[in-house]
């Protein structure tokens, strides 16, 4: 048995000893790290299974060395005993597992929960080597991320049916492909967001409602089946993601704003309406030579792929009247993916320019679309955005 230190601050505890090498060196030489105090008990075994019982809420538990403490200014064990851990197991009793309780255990595959858990909250990120654990009976709660930059190498996650609420539970993680419960009724805003690295979701006969943003940057998500239940998508819900392919089992309406900056929004673009330049009205566009060549006998979904609505944002840092430092960040987006666009102007067959946002942007023209500045006098910071049409 090699007894831990405690330390609290906050509601965190650091569980912690002088010299981390020896720690690792008791345990490599089959003993067993233990701390306990007040029928509270956390244990790591010789084989990388650390135990913690006895709390009804799961706190911040950093198991390290002391140079694990962000308030210690050694950090040179950093992680020396923390990695060793395989599988953490939580006692029966515990209902809540607190904000990012078991979080940052790099190679620990497996977590076990007792049925007695109520709520969790982004409780296992920072986790990428784990590959399966249990949802209890009794969950209700899910908050935060709990899988923020985990599970890169689980296999498809088949979530039990007693879960009716998911919150965020994908958000930010590494998850590759997903069942959903037969009692989910409801996808809520940002479920999967920023999931990179989902190709595969199976929506379950039950879903009715896939609120914003719930798939935003699911960049790996290319085709989807939805269910016969589906009643609402809301704006944004596959956005930026690479969908090219939707399947719908019943009369459902698709449109644009579902899948903006997706290729799949290409399938929306003759619905805009279309408008003739009219000088007196519009402002002249200004098209180069590669331009014209490009756009000139293709129609106009073929020039929209082309022509990209760019933005360009530049941040000056300033004092004293006098440049410090100046940031230059440019997006651009194809036409025909850009949601906000409401109708397209068009010049002798081609497209000269296009309302988005209430605002007519033309061919080669820069508008400004934003500007904000702070100044207290010896100096601060401005933010300008332009957009215009052109050819990336």
Known sequence: MYNLKLSKRSNNLYITWLDARDARKNLLDGKVLCF?????KIVLSQDGVLTVDGFETVPTIFVDCCGFD??????SDRGIIRNFVKKIVVGDGTKHIGYKALSGYKNAEEILLPDSVESIYESFAYCPALKKINF?????????????????????????????????LFAWSHIKSVVLPKNL??????????????????????????????FKNCKSLKEILLPASIKQ????????????????QNEIKLCKNMFFNSPFASEFFDEIEQEIFDENKHTQPVFDQKTISALSGKNILQQAKLLHFA????????????????????????????????????KDGIIAGAVIDDKTFVVGKWQNVYYASDDDGTGGTSTQTDATLMLK
């Open 136 to 168: 209890p009976k009794n969950l209700v709660e899910i908050k935060g991320s709990p899988f923020m930059a985990s599970l890169d190498n689980a296999d498809t996650f088949v979530l039990p049916d007693h879960l009716k609420n998911i919150g965020k």
């Open 36 to 40: 306990e105090e007040n029928n509270k």
């Open 233 to 248: 998508i809301e704006k944004n819900a596959f956005c930026n993601t690479n969908i090219s392919k939707v399947e719908k």
């Open 311 to 346: 933005k360009n944002e530049v941040t000056t840092k300033y004092s004293y009247g006098k440049v410090d430092s100046k940031n230059e960040f440019c997006t651009y987006t194809p036409l025909y993916q850009v949601s906000q666009a409401t109708k397209i102007i068009v």
């Open 70 to 75: 962000p308030h210690e200014s050694d950090q």
């Open 185 to 214: 009724k409801k996808l809520e805003a940002e479920t999967f967001y920023n999931a990179k690295n989902l190709e595969n979701v199976t929506f379950n006969e039950g879903l009715e409602t896939i609120e914003k943003d719930c």
